[in-house]
């Protein structure tokens, strides 16, 4: 089966959890630390074996093109100032992979989202990586969903064991069979009522590794939740033929799209930070002596 060369990234929608920050930038473009979040997401991809990417945009997300597009001007005021390592970073941006952008036009769901890539994709399989979900795993679990898809020709999702009250914000799985982290899937269903939850299991973080088939079940899914073109609902249509499995994702995800797990990739990220971790060890540690910080529930 081919290698897996292709990604596609929806960063085309509205970004209401973060409002206002997300009113005018893009909340893919929301730093961590020293980089934009979608930076790290393409990165991962590429550690992964991605070469090439289509990034999804909506009108006012015309910073995500710049960002990986070179910048002459930028490139020019560095080196003309011997800002050598700024501009090896500028430049190794754009470097990263080849880029294609397209726009969705309205936001009318992850699969109407994911359905505009029919024509960069041709009859390749491919993988899909949402631009929120932070994962620092150097690429390890596509890398392991690229194997499992090489192996099957199935479609792989990735999978995370979540309490119930918050597994129900995600798509559940109904699983069957489970052997080490694959994880065979009997149904899917996208935001069921938390009496409905089949399982603990939940389709985050959001790393999918498709056929070119999927396309067709896209075409033929109707709006589902949220009167949305729902991604889950063409999965679930494929799992009486090429199949579907899981595979499970052990490592921490961010969901940067949250202004709470947003500040936690922030502050982890920052400790991990080879030229900044230590740094910010000693200024976190005075903010904790000096908020006295407690757990909220604690608190009388
Ligand atoms: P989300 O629902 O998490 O993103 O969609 P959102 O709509 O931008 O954020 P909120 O909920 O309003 O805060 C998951 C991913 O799918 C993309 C989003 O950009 C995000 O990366 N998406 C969603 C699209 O590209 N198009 C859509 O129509 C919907």
């Given at each position: 089966m081919a290698h897996v060369r292709k990604a596609v990234i929806p960063?085309?929608?509205?970004?209401?959890?973060?409002?206002p920050a997300t009113k005018v930038v893009?909340?893919?473009?929301?730093?961590?630390v020293d980089r934009p979040a979608i930076q790290y997401v393409i990165e991962e991809a590429v550690a992964a074996g991605i070469e090439d990417f289509l990034i999804i945009t909506a009108p006012s997300k015309k910073a995500l093109e710049d960002h990986f597009d070179r910048s002459f001007e930028l490139e020019a005021l560095l080196e003309s100032r011997s800002k050598d390592a700024a501009l090896d970073e500028v430049r190794r941006i754009s470097e990263l992979a080849k880029f294609h952008f397209t726009r969705?036009?309205?936001?009318?769901?992850l699969g109407h989202a994911i359905g505009m890539a029919r024509n960069y994709v041709g009859d390749e399989s491919f993988a899909v990586l949402?631009?929120?979900?932070?994962?620092?795993?150097?690429g390890a679990l596509l890398s392991q969903m690229i194997s499992q898809h090489a192996e099957t020709g199935s479609v792989i999702v990735a999978a995370g064991h979540y309490p119930l009250e918050e597994v129900v914000s995600y798509g559940v799985i109904d699983p069957g069979e489970i052997k080490g982290d694959v994880i065979n899937v009997n149904s899917i269903v996208e935001k069921p009522p938390i009496a409905e939850a089949?399982?603990?299991?939940?389709?985050?973080?959001?790393r999918y590794v498709f056929p070119s088939s999927i396309f067709d079940a896209i075409d033929a899914t109707k709006p589902g939740v949220g009167g949305e073109i729902q991604i889950t609902d063409a999965i679930a249509s494929m799992i009486s033929g090429v199949g579907v499995q899981a595979t499970l994702n052990r490592n921490d995800r961010y969901d940067a799209g949250q202004k709470l797990d947003w500040l936690r990739a922030t502050v982890e990220i920052a400790l991990d930070h080879d030229e900044l971790g230590p740094g910010f060890r000693d200024v976190l540690a005075q903010i904790i002596a000096k908020h006295d910080v407690t757990p909220a529930q604690s608190t009388p």
């Open positions: 960063a085309a929608g509205l970004g209401t959890r973060f409002l893009p909340k893919e473009m929301l730093p961590i969705q036009g309205a936001p009318l769901g949402l631009p929120d979900d932070i994962l620092v795993d150097q089949a399982s603990n299991y939940g389709l985050a973080p959001g």
